[in-house]
T-cell receptor, first 114, second 114 residues
């Protein structure tokens, strides 16, 4: 149980375009999901907290107009990187919060902006 | 503000030897404590968690961790490592009533030699 999927696993896009990443909790409902960014050989940086049916809460320094988060259902949250630039290239990981406070992580999405 | 410290960036251990990964936290009360493992290019998998009660926690894959309040530590141990244990290990701290947000340590990379 407690499986979280992400799609796509890898994406390459041109600078200036937008990319959408999906995060799904497959076998449980998640009122809260989180989006992280991870740089090579670095820890996870929390970008935002996504609550179903409400606006996401962004961490300090994260541009909410650039990283659009939508949590339309109890099993799906999406992250859209708008007008992507090469510096947005990174490994993006989502997680879903379980009933007992723990988080279950997706496998991550490798974004490369050319 | 809370913080999580993993003093060892990199540990090399022989297969079959014991492993201990250190984690120290800074927080006024007892936070929720977690250990996650990340294989290359993958998301994070929960190894174990501590909320309250017995200070010695058993997890998956033969791992255990001990919470020591006096030392503000939550060290992870495994009696005999396998080559498949080579990965990045993250300690994380959660503050109760903070929407489930976690703060991660910098991670410890574990290399297993034959």
């Amino acid at each position: 149980g407690a499986v979280v999927s992400q799609h796509p696993s890898r994406v390459i896009c041109k600078s200036g375009t937008s990319v959408k990443i999906e995060c799904r909790s497959l076998d449980f409902q998640a009122t809260t999901m989180f989006w992280y960014r991870q740089f090579p050989k670095k820890s996870l940086m929390l970008m935002a907290t996504s609550n179903e049916g409400s606006k996401a809460t962004y961490e300090q320094g994260v541009e909410k107009d650039k990283f659009l988060i939508n949590h339309a259902s109890l099993t799906l949250s999406t992250l859209t990187v708008t007008s992507a630039h090469p510096e947005d290239s990174s490994f993006y990981i989502c997680s879903a919060k379980g009933l007992a406070y723990e988080q279950y992580f997706g496998p991550g999405t490798r974004l490369t902006v050319t | 503000a809370q913080s999580v410290t993993q003093p060892d960036i990199h540990i090399t251990v022989s297969e079959g030897a014991s492993l201990e990964l250190r984690c120290n936290y800074s927080y006024g009360a007892t936070p929720y404590l977690f250990w996650y493992v990340q294989s290359p290019g993958q998301g994070l998998q929960l190894l174990l968690k501590y909320f309250s009660g017995d200070t010695l926690v058993q997890g998956i894959k033969g791992f255990e961790a001990e919470f020591k309040r006096s030392q503000s530590s939550f060290n992870l141990r495994k009696p005999s490592v396998h080559w498949s244990d080579a990965a990045e290990y993250f300690c994380a701290v959660g503050v109760p009533d903070s929407w489930g947000k976690l703060q991660f340590g910098a991670g410890t990379q574990v290399v297993v030699t034959p």
